[in-house]
């Protein structure tokens, strides 16, 4: 499976913008599918991880009550809701297929203040 990630963006703080992780090659509707990200200088870290059909979902500390994950497996997509955005959410956000340890290739996002 391929995953392509897009969405990223520069925004203000406080601001909002929704990821979307869209597979191809095969469905991944199987799949528990992650979001995660990475900073200048700072090692890939979890942000957000739905399971494969939708009914379970887990945060980092550091985004929940501000971001929220979903999917839409007749579309083979999942999308990343963040509202309430933070300098310190300036990264490049990578989404990621567990069963097929698949990654996308990223999509910045800038944050300013």
């Known amino acids: 499976v391929q995953l392509q990630a897009s969405g990223g963006g520069l925004v203000q703080a406080g601001g909002s913008l929704r990821l979307s992780c869209a597979a191809s090659?095969?469905?991944?509707?199987?799949?528990?599918v992650g979001w995660f990200r990475q900073a200048p200088g700072k090692e890939r870290e979890f942000v957000a991880l739905?399971?494969?059909?939708?009914?379970?979902?887990t945060y980092a500390e550091s985004v929940k009550g501000r971001f929220t994950i979903s999917r839409d497996n007749a579309k083979n997509t999942v999308s990343l809701q963040m509202n309430s955005l933070k300098p310190e959410d300036t990264a490049v956000y990578y989404c990621?297929?567990?069963?097929?340890?698949?990654w996308g290739q990223g999509t910045q996002v800038t944050v300013s203040s």
């Open positions: 090659g095969r469905a991944f509707s199987n799949s528990a």
């Open positions: 990621r297929a567990y069963m097929y340890n698949a």
């Open positions: 739905i399971n494969s059909y939708g009914g379970s979902t």
